[in-house]
């Protein structure tokens, strides 16, 4: 079983910048990928950004192109979202993503997910 543990989550004003972590105890080869998904109060979850293990394609909603970067560091099996020109609209439970993108979508979701980091930016 995949384990995600996600840290970094917090409280910043508009404008300010924070960085998530997820360490991954799952493949970080082949087909294998992760990313980040995130909730708002009374919204659906949705795709923010994702990466392949393999090859390093980075994938990004339109929403965060240009202010969130997704990265990774092969020693720690860690990824990491930094976050700049945080918007109150970007408040939301962040959760981490992980799966084998062979019968899975990147941006539907793959098979594991974190417990959540909670981002709130205030106005």
């Known amino acids: 079983q995949v384990q995600l543990v996600e840290s970094g989550g917090g409280l910043v004003q508009a404008g300010g910048s924070l960085r998530l972590s997820c360490a991954t105890s799952g493949p970080t080869f082949g087909n294998y990928a992760m990313g980040w998904f995130r909730q708002a109060p009374g919204k659906e979850r949705e795709f923010v950004a994702a990466?392949?293990?393999?090859?390093?394609?980075?994938y990004y909603a339109d929403s965060v192109k240009g202010r969130f970067t997704i990265s990774r560091d092969n020693t720690k099996n860690t990824v990491y979202l930094q976050m700049t020109s945080l918007k109150p609209e970007d408040t939301a439970v962040y959760y981490c993503n992980a799966g084998d993108t062979t019968f899975q979508s990147i941006f539907r979701g793959m098979s594991y997910w974190g417990k959540g980091t909670l981002v709130t930016v205030s106005s």
């Open positions: 990466f392949r293990w393999n090859g390093g394609n980075t």
